[in-house]
């Protein structure tokens, strides 16, 4: 074999990662821990073990088994740790090397908290978690988001509830429209039927804006609930002391 048939192959893979810079750049994350078991999917391929060190992509499923947890570290900084039971699709990631351009996660069942790096000044970079329920936007700031699991299948979570450690974040909040009362015209003790779970199409929702300081927390279900402070029961939960135990952990 000849000096240049040695070195062809690695000059041909660097010129096609040039020309396909998705190739080499598909990468949005990467895994600080796991405990326990947790798993990925990615978007058309099969489901997989989710190790330490492991990297994730946009269109990406991560989920997490019970008792255990997950932290992850984005490309610019941030960092996401998911509870027990979590399910997080991340549906948009982009970045410019270490800096955001913007990041969204479906957390579809679970609770995941959030300490979101500041974006650049005059930057538009946006990170937003969302629940069939609301939707948390922030600029960079530390927050908690639960979900709390349907009591049918198929079903809409009851309750999404936004907490916010630092920082400000908005919610927005959707909520169905009212709508007649289904036993109106009805008679004393007649019986009326109910319907099951259905798709609630967008004509049938409204959106209620809310914005969260430090300390407070909301909790959006069939109605969006007022402003409070912590839940105690939250702030000392199972959860709470995974995050605080692993807050300080450095990537691998």
Known sequence: MT????????TLVTAVLMLMPGLATAAVGRVVTV???AWRTPEGAERK???TGAEVEQKDMLEVEPKSGVKLELNDGSVLM???GSQLVITEAEFSGQER????GYLKLGKVWAEVKKALSGSEAKFEVKTDRAVAGVRGTV???DVASPVIVGALSPSTVVQVYTGLVQVVARVPKPKDSADA????GERVEVPGPQ?????????VVRQLQKNRQIEVGEKVGPVTKFDPKKVNDAFATFVKRNRSLKKP
Do not use: C, M, N, Y
């Open 3 to 10: 000096r240049r048939d040695r070195w062809f192959p690695k």
């Open 35 to 37: 405990e326990g078991t």
């Open 49 to 51: 073990p989710l190790e």
């Open 82 to 84: 998911l509870s027990a």
């Open 101 to 104: 351009k913007s990041f969204s």
């Open 143 to 145: 927050l908690r988001v």
């Open 185 to 188: 015209g009805t008679k004393p």
């Open 199 to 207: 798709e609630v199409t967008l004509e049938e929702w409204e959106e």
